[in-house]
T-cell receptor, first 114, second 113 residues
Framework: NAGVTQTPKFQVLKTGQSMTLQCAQD?????MSWYRQDPGMGLRLIHY???????DQGEVPNGYNVSRSTTEDFPLRLLSAAPSQTSVYFC?????????????FGPGTRLTVL | QQQVKQSPQSLIVQKGGISIINCAYE??????FPWYQQFPGKGPALLIA?????SEKKEGRFTISFNKSAKQFSLHIMDSQPGDSATYFC????????????FGAGTRLAVHP
């Protein structure tokens, strides 16, 4: 089991460029999430999905799009990058069973927008 | 709107000491309170979690204390070790379905030998 994988690990963009952050999980988890982590602000939920074909907005969705065509993959798209999107992005997956609905996080993508 | 407030922002403890991190929440509908541990360059990982039907949960050197009336919960790390040096996040969510976790701002813990 690779768990949750994210690519790329690092990325530098210019303002206005678009890109897709990839996330995949091999644990057959129904729930998947995208967070951004900024100093002093913890992790904030961007978008989440409760199953293939179903997505919803989190706390900070503006400037980001998601889709969920398969259980395994949950890509995050930046439509027109802005310096305010400089952050570390984490993808997480969650099983629907178990006592604590533990979220399993990927290793993160560090994004810098110039 | 910060629904989960975490303190302190940073903490330095000597090896063998007790590390204490506090969190307070506002939404009384929250009923699941996990703590996540994050090492540099890694994603957060679940450390320990509690539901409000108990006031304390202990796993090894890690203990969560929960005070429902005060809407506060804390993480105690006994016999702190240099390997415990990491950033710790408290979080809260409502039970059922997708648990939309609300995270605290994080505490950077350094345990000195």
């Amino acid at each position: 089991n690779a768990g949750v994988t994210q690519t790329p690990k690092f990325q530098v963009l210019k303002t206005g460029q678009s890109m897709t952050l990839q996330c995949a999980q091999d644990m057959n988890h129904e729930y998947m999430s995208w967070y951004r982590q900024d100093p002093g602000m913890g992790l904030r939920l961007i978008h989440y999905s409760v199953g293939a074909g179903i997505t919803d907005q989190g706390e900070v969705p503006n400037g980001y799009n998601v889709s969920r065509s398969t259980t395994e993959d949950f890509p995050l798209r930046l439509l027109s990058a802005a310096p305010s999107q400089t952050s570390v992005y984490f993808c997480a997956s969650t099983p629907t069973s178990g006592p604590y609905n533990e979220q399993f996080f990927g290793p993160g993508t560090r994004l810098t927008v110039l | 709107q910060q629904q989960v407030k975490q303190s302190p922002q940073s903490l330095i403890v000597q090896k063998g000491g007790i590390s204490i991190i506090n969190c307070a929440y506002e939404n009384t509908a929250f009923d699941y309170f996990p703590w996540y541990q994050q090492f540099p360059g890694k994603g957060p990982a679940l450390l320990i979690a509690i539901r409000p039907d108990v006031s304390e949960k202990k796993e090894g050197r890690f203990t969560i204390s929960f005070n429902k009336s005060a809407k506060q919960f804390s993480l105690h790390i006994m016999d702190s070790q240099p390997g415990d040096s990491a950033t710790y996040f408290c979080a809260a969510s409502r039970r059922g379905g997708y648990n939309k976790l609300i995270f605290g701002a994080g505490t950077r813990l350094a345990v000195h030998p």
